[in-house]
Each structure stands twice: as C-alpha cells, then as structure tokens.
C-alpha cells in the first residue's frame, strides 16, 4: 500500500457517483481497500506522511481520522513507547503546520481531528503532566489550544484512574485559561466556554474546585463561574447563552443532596435569585426567557432537597420563580418546567412521617392550585389548530406532559380539590364572554378527562356541569371543531363509571358517539368510549348498543373502531342473562358468519382486508364474550367454535400461508381455548391435527405457538397426553424434515425460536412421554446444537431455554426410571454436541447472546449439565476443547487449560459459575484482542 493508492481509493470513494468514470465495483474495490488500510500497521507511516503534506482536503481528513481511530484501537501496532513519544510530538508539529494554512473548514476539520488524536494519546501514553506541558508549548494558538482540552476532558472517561486524577487536578489551571481568554473578549472565547462547559460535564474535580478561599476563612465562588454569572446578570453580552450551558452543567452536577454541595449551593442561590430582574426586564426576547427558563428550573432540580428541607428557608420563593417560568406564553419553553413538577410532586409525596409531609403540602399548597391554573393555560391549543391532524409533535408531546402534571397535583393534592380549581376556572371562562373560545373551554375538557381515576362516582360539584356541557355540545355537533368532539368524546370514555351511575345522560351521548364514529378525527375515541360505557353500565346498555354496532357494521370504518365497540357488546354479555346473551351473540355473529362464509367461497369481493377482519371478529368474541351461565349449560365460545369449524378449517387451509393471517388465526385459536379451557376437548383433536397440517404445508411459526397453548390447557387431561404427544412428533418431523443445514436454520429464525420454546413448555406440563423414549429427546438436543448457531437473539434464548429444561429435568427428584433412563440414553448421544456448542459460542466460534442471564444462557447449560453428569462433562470437554480453541492460536493452549480447568471443578455456586465463565469469555476475547491487533470485538 502507498501514500498514491490512499488517495486514489479516498477520492473513488468520496466522489462516488459524482464522477462518472466511478463504477459501482470501483466504489466496492475502493472502500474495501480503505477498511484493510485501516487495520493495516502501514497505515501510521503513510497517514504521517500525508499529513505532513499539509493535504488539506479530503484525503488529509481521512487520514486524521484514520490515525485517530488506530490510537483507539491499534496502539499495539507500534514498536514502543519511544514511538509514541515521537508521535506526540510529530502531532504538535502538524498542528501547528494546519494552523498555518488558510483553507476555512477542510483545515479545521483535519485541526479537531488532531487534536482528538492528542487527546486520546495522552491517555495512551497516561501523559498526566499533558495540561501543562501543551499550555508550555511554543506556537499552539489558544483556538487549537482550547480544541486539544475540550477533547482531552471528552476523552478522559475512558483513561486509568492516576490518570483521570492528575487531569482532575488540574481543573483549575484550565478553567482560569478559558476565564482569561473570556475576560479579553477575543475571538476565541466561544471556544473557551465551549471548553469550560465541557470540563465541568465530563471531569470529576470535585466540589473543592468550585469553591476558592475569601476573606475572614470564608469561601467564594471562582473567578471563571463569577464570571459566568456575571454573564448571566447582563444578557447583552455575545457570551450569554455559553455561559448559562456552563452554570447549567454547574447545577447539574453539584445537586443540594450531595452534603459535601451544600456550601457551594449556599454561595449559589444568591446570585441565582439575583436574576429575576432581568428575567422580568427581558420577557419580550424569546430567546433570553428561553435561556432564564433552564437556569431556573435546573436551579429547582438541583435544589430539590432544599426545597423539601424542614428547616425554612423561604423555599417558596424559588417554587414561584419556576412557577412564573411554568406561566410564559411560550408554551415549548414553559413546558420545560415539567420535569421538575414532576420530581417536586414525587419528592413531597414520599416525605415522612406524614405530618412532615403534610405540613409541607400546606406550605405549597397556594402554588399547586396556581400551577393547575398554569397547566390549564398550557394546555391551550394555538390559533389555527382544530383537529388532531394540525398538531405537530411538539404540541402533542407538550400537552402530554402537562396532563401528567395536572395528574401529579392529583397525587398530592387530591382529586377533589383539583377538579374543583379546574372547575373555578372553566366557569369564569363561559361566564366572561357570551361566546368563550372554544379552546379553553377544550384545554379545561381535557385537563378533566386526564384526571378522572382521582374522581369518584359521587362527584356532584363539578362533573355534573362538565357533562352538561358536553351534553350542549351532543345537540349541535357539527358546530363544533373535531378536536373539541375528540377530547369530549374520550372525556365520556374516562367518566363512564360516572355516567354509569347518572344514565339519564345515556341516550344524548350515544347519539352523540355515533355521529362522532363517522369522522375519521374523533372515531378512535368514540369506539374507545362506547367500549368503557359497556364495561361500566347495566346490561340495559345492550340494546342501543347492539343497534349502533349494527348501523355500523359495512359502513366503512375503521376495523379497530369496529373491534373496540365489538369488544363492549361482548362485555356487556356478561351482565346479561344466559339467554339474552346467546340472542345477542347470535345477532352480532350474523354479519360476521356472512363474511367468513364470504371468504371460503370462491365468490367476487373477497379482499385480503375483509379476510383479516373476518379472524380479528371471532377473535374478539372469543376473548371477551364470556356470559354468567350454570354448568350444565353449554360455553357458547365453544358453541360457536363448532358451527364455524368446517369454515375455519377450509378458511386456514386457503389463507395459513399468509404471515400476517397465520398470526391472526393462531391468536383466534389461542383465545378460543383460554376461553373454553377443558371444555374446548371436543374440538381439541381436529385442531392439533390442523396445526400439524398447516405447520407441514406452511412453516410458518404462529402455528408452532397455537400448539404450546394446547399443551398448556390440557397437559393435566390424561386422555389428552398421547394426543398432545404426538402433535410433537408430528411436528417435530416437520421441523426435522427442512432443517437440514446450518442454512435453513437461519433462514427461519422465528421457526427456531417457537419450536424450541414449544418443546420448553412440553417438558414444563408433561416431560414423561419426551423423556421415555429417548430418540425423540435425542434429534431435538442435536438439533438444539445447530440452532445454537443461529445469529438471531430471540432464537438463541430459545434453544438455550429448551436445554436449561431438557438438563434440569433430569436433576428433578420426581423423575421416574423410565424418564430418567432416557434422557441418559439422550445425554449419552448429544452431550458431546452440546459441550461443544457451548465451547464454541464462549470461544467466539458461534453467537453469544446470553452468557450467563436470567433463565436461559450457555453458563446455565454448562452448570446444569455438570451437575447432571460430571465425569462425562469432563471427558466432553477435553475431547472438545482443543478442537475448539485452534482458533485462538498460540494462546489456544492456555484457553483451553483454563475451560478444562473450570468444567472440571464441582460447580458450587451458581453465582460464583457464573463469575468463573464471565471471566473465562473475557480472556478469550483479550487473546483475540491480541491476536487481530485490534480493540475491536467483532
């Protein structure tokens, strides 16, 4: 490789497509060539050498950036310290020669690079003196200056503690640096609060370096942060906004909780407080109310101890200052304040003991029901926006989180007197103006509709009102925005248990529902309150209800919104008596039983759309419709399980290919046993025997899914055992019959994953057929090892789930003798495939996804099956081992000392195992560092 070929391969590959002579196989040949440069030991000397070519342009960033990232990671590629002392200093020389140059952005961009590389090198060369040494240096300008300290406070996470301890040290030194540069005004003193901003956030100096000794034994603030709350007094300066992200990273870092804080917090909040005169005087600059809003609110996060403190320090005054910064017109900006609401409610509501607590309440008590003034306000919607489609995120995420503060003050407060204040303001807005604006009377609506849980039944002072009101709005609604008839409509869903007790409100809502169920912006709502209106009323409910579900059924709305009121008949079917329940049924099922015989015939309009609502349908009823019935009278889920069951059955058989539609029809199938449980026996073996068949033809993995749920409602049913056995086998041999290679394993991740854990669930509920034989448990543990290899997460945890039972089964003190001799006979044949799977997925030969987590992970394997057979283990793992490690290669013999070593031992603890198998993982992983010259792990 030469310095011509980089560049002839970095300019292929940046002008790209730009440069007609560029084919897509020069582009591909080029950039691969770039990636092996890059790991290639030449590229030091030639990244050197093109950057003493002062190359400015794109090759010189490119080989910037390359030397940075070797630095990072292939540092042992150099011969020795000596090296990078050389290189330090060749880095110097560069920086200055960039310096020099008047090439705009390309030769700054190569400058930060650079000084990147510094910076990363000093923590290589652990260069504790580097602050110094660099602030000595003849020629380095202050702007490349502050670059290389901003980069080596960014960097210094990553270096040794000695390290990060002298740069520490020396946070003083830089800070009076950056003050210098910002006292003078020069041009560079962006870059010095930049720098300054950057150190505090990512250098642990300690509270110590926040403090400097005043007169009479007294402590004062530094220079560089009186300055910057200088800044702050006096917001014309050019500085304002770097200097507000440096005292924010103050108050972010030196929280009041923190004892050893304290005296700073107290030098702190005088100069803080002292800004709310120009707050005030500046309110018309969106800008400078923007940058006051932050200081003050992260000035009430990090005080927050103060402010629940029982000692009085005036603490209201603070409240109300992030209070009046809760009240700008802004609403982006006001809503900054929400997180510390959130935090101060949380705070105040876990106090002790609880007259403390409510002492404090009190205290507050005044700003909470002004902050619910406050949220009201906030919660206005701007000019312009009337339905859901007009609101960006940020009105949307806005809203959102002054709910939830709303909701907060509910929490603390209570609901009554909350809905009361909510109430209070809803009546001054209708009773100022004989046409209020809708918007606030629709800002009120929804901060009383995110409240409701905090409401009673009984409520009568103000909900009584609010629902006349809405009732208004249901006489004459489509005088109304929709976003106005949305937040009414989820208003009724949130109140239905109180409607529920007040049904004379009953008929003017539905009536008003079903109007708003024909405009696409309110029907999600209106289907949502139908559904709570039949989970909280009467059985009475059912007529009007089954009526609007009829009106709506063909009438083109959404399949979701149809489904909610669906779900709301079913419901209301458990309220009523068996008999009208099964009319109800009956009637609902009809349109349903039309189009599902619609969709077997082979007749016109028949559309996937139709399909997929058809299953969705059933599926609802067989979830939810569950009525009050004798045990002599039939499961009417069932019943209707069986009618259509000829139709289901030709219905799968035309659409179980579809992936979407084999999830939907197993989700029915799940739901229609969970309802039925023993009672769906009847149909239990025509279904297992379609699930076998409709596995074979499709392979897809719902079915496999389908079939764990069988084996979870009747593994106790004794006649059922064989039954669900051989839905195993049969399924099984499916499986068998197309994984046949390493290929079609991982082209069928989701199949691996669901049969594994299919096979999991059969051991859990009735491990003696499994295990009695013994042949079949035997394919499954030597299939189990070739899925081992599957790069797919869900499928790993899987068969790693699968083995952990299989093994633990064994270590059971009920297994019987016949169980017992065939998972031996089982272990026997596959325990050397299985050793050496997991060797191999420890070694770096094959996935590691779970090594040793929760229930499923190569250490639980390896654990559980020493425990299980020890000697065997051992024989297994030095048969294995070296096969495994000739990866590794010089360093194999020691790796594979170590696992034989380990493995050998009694396992003991399983914490301790574990430890021992982390650590094992990690030393392979540092020869493999080692060996590829790189720090990265593939």
Not at 47 to 69: E, H, K, P, Y
Not at 215 to 232: D, Q, R
Not at 755 to 764: D, E, G
Not at 829 to 838: F, Q, S, W, Y
Request: hydrophobic share 40%.
């Amino acid at each position: 490789m030469s310095l011509e070929q980089v560049a002839a391969a970095v300019s292929i590959v940046f002008q790209g497509a730009a440069n007609p002579n560029n084919t897509q196989q020069t582009q591909a040949e080029a950039n691969q060539f770039l990636t092996q440069f890059q790991q290639s030991p030449s590229a030091w000397s030639i990244c050197v050498s093109i950057l003493q070519s002062s190359d400015a342009g794109i090759t010189g960033f490119f080989a910037s950036q390359t030397l940075r990232n070797k630095l990072k990671y292939d540092l042992n590629q150099l011969p020795g310290k000596e090296s990078l002392e050389q290189l330090r200093q060749e880095l110097i020389k560069m920086l200055l020669q960039f310096e020099m140059l008047k090439e705009g952005g390309s030769s700054l961009q190569i400058i930060t690079q650079l000084s990147l590389c510094v910076a990363v090198l000093s923590i290589q060369l652990n260069w504790n003196t580097c602050i110094p040494d660099l602030m000595s240096s003849p020629g380095l300008s202050p702007r490349c200056l502050l670059l290389i300290l901003k980069s080596i406070s960014e960097e210094s996470l990553r270096g040794s503690s000695s390290y990060k301890s002298s740069i520490s040290s020396q946070f003083n030194l830089v800070a009076d640096l950056c003050n210098s540069i910002i006292r003078s005004n020069d041009l560079d003193a962006p870059k010095a609060m930049d720098t300054l901003k950057s150190w505090v956030r990512y250098v642990d100096c300690g509270v110590q370096c926040m403090t400097v000794p005043g007169p009479s034994n007294t402590e004062t603030l530094p220079n560089w942060l009186g300055n910057c709350l200088e800044i702050l007094a006096t917001p014309e300066s050019g500085y304002f906004e770097s200097a507000v992200d440096v005292v924010v990273e103050v108050l972010r870092k030196y929280e009041s909780e923190d004892p050893r804080n304290v005296p700073l917090v107290m030098l702190l909040i005088p100069s803080l407080m002292s800004l709310t005169s120009p707050f005030t005087l500046h309110s018309h600059d969106e800008d400078k109310v923007l940058a006051y809003v932050r200081v003050f609110t992260e000035m009430g996060e990090s005080f927050l101890s103060l402010l629940l403190d029982p000692k009085e320090m005036n603490q209201v005054m603070l409240v109300e200052l992030v209070l009046k910064c809760a009240s700008i017109p802004d609403k982006s900006t006001a809503c900054i304040t929400m997180n510390f609401w959130y935090r101060f409610v949380g705070g105040l509501e876990v106090l002790e003991p609880y007259d403390f607590r409510q002492r404090k309440v009190d205290y507050f008590y005044p700003l909470l029901m002004q902050l619910t003034d406050v949220c009201c306000s906030l919660l206005v919607l701007p000019e312009g926006v009337e339905s859901k489609e007009d609101m960006d995120d940020d009105v949307k995420s806005n809203r959102s989180y002054t709910a939830d503060t709303v909701e907060d003050c509910c929490r603390l407060l209570g609901g009554d007197a909350v809905i009361v204040q909510i109430g209070k303001r809803l009546q001054h807005i209708c009773s100022s103006s004989s046409n209020p604006p809708w918007q606030q009377i629709e800002a009120c609506l929804y901060a009383v509709k995110s409240i409701s849980r905090y409401i009673p039944r009984s409520e009568s002072a103000v909900i009584p009102h609010v629902m006349n009101m809405v009732n208004t709005f249901a006489s004459n609604p489509t005088s109304q925005p929709s976003i106005l008839r949305h937040t009414s409509a989820s208003l009724i869903g949130s109140y239905s248990s109180w409607i529920g007790s007040n049904p004379t409100y009953l008929e003017p809502f539905f009536n008003y529902l079903l109007l708003n169920l024909r405009d696409p912006e309110c029907s999600q709502a209106s289907s949502a309150a139908v559904k709570h209106l039949c989970e909280s009323c009467g059985p009475e409910l059912s007529g009007p209800v089954v009526n609007l579900y009829d009106q709506l059924t063909g009438s083109g709305i959404e399949i979701q919104d149809e489904l909610q009121i669906l779900e709301g008949v079913c419901k209301l079917m458990s309220k009523m008596s068996y008999a009208d329940a099964g009319l109800t049924l009956q009637r609902v099922m009809t349109p349903v039983g039309g189009q599902l015989e619609m969709a077997v015939g082979s007749g016109a309009g028949v559309t996937p759309k139709m399909v997929s609502g058809v299953v969705q349908r059933l599926t609802v009823i067989c979830t939810h419709a569950n009525p009050q019935r004798s045990s002599d009278q039939p499961n009417l889920v069932l019943s209707l399980m069986q009618q259509c069951w000829p139709m289901l059955t030709t219905f799968v058989e035309r659409y179980g290919n579809d992936g979407n539609m084999s999830e939907n029809i197993s989700r029915l199938f799940k739901y229609a046993l969970r309802n039925c449980k023993r009672e769906f026996a009847p149909l239990l073996e025509p279904l297992m025997q379609l699930l076998a068949a409709v596995f074979d033809h499709t392979f897809q993995s719902p079915y496999l899914y389908c079939s764990a749920i069988c084996i979870t409602e009747f593994a106790g049913v004794q006649e059922c055992s064989d039954k669900l056995y051989n839905l195993i086998v049969t399924q099984s041999q499916s499986v068998f019959k197309r994984f046949t290679n390493l290929e079609a394993f991982t082209n069928h991740p989701d199949v691996v994953e669901e049969y594994f854990y299919l096979l999991s669930r059969f051991i859990r509920y009735c491990p003696a057929l499994l295990f009695k034989g013994g042949d079949l448990l035997c394919q499954t543990l030597k299939c189990a090892v070739v899925g081992l290899q599957v790069h797919h997460r869900d499928a790993n945890k899987g068969v790693l789930s699968f083995l952990e039972n299989s093994i633990e089964f064994g270590l059971s003190q009920s297994i019987g003798h016949e169980e017992r001799e065939g998972l031996q006979n089982a272990i026997v044949n596959a325990g050397e495939d299985i050793v050496k799977g997991t060797l191999g997925a420890l070694l770096g030969d094959t996935p590691l996804f779970f090594i040793d987590s929760g229930s499923a992970s190569i250490a639980g394997v390896l654990y559980k099956l020493i425990s299980l057979c020890p000697q065997l283990v051992v024989e297994w793992v030095k048969k294995t081992a070296k096969d495994c490690s000739t990866s590794l290669g010089p360093m194999a013999e020691g790796i594979e000392h170590e696992i034989i070593r380990i493995l050998s031992q009694p396992p003991g603890q399983r914490n301790e195992f574990n430890r021992s198998i982390r650590k094992f993982n990690e030393k392979v992983w540092s020869a493999r560092r080692q060996m590829s010259g790189s720090g990265r792990r593939s």
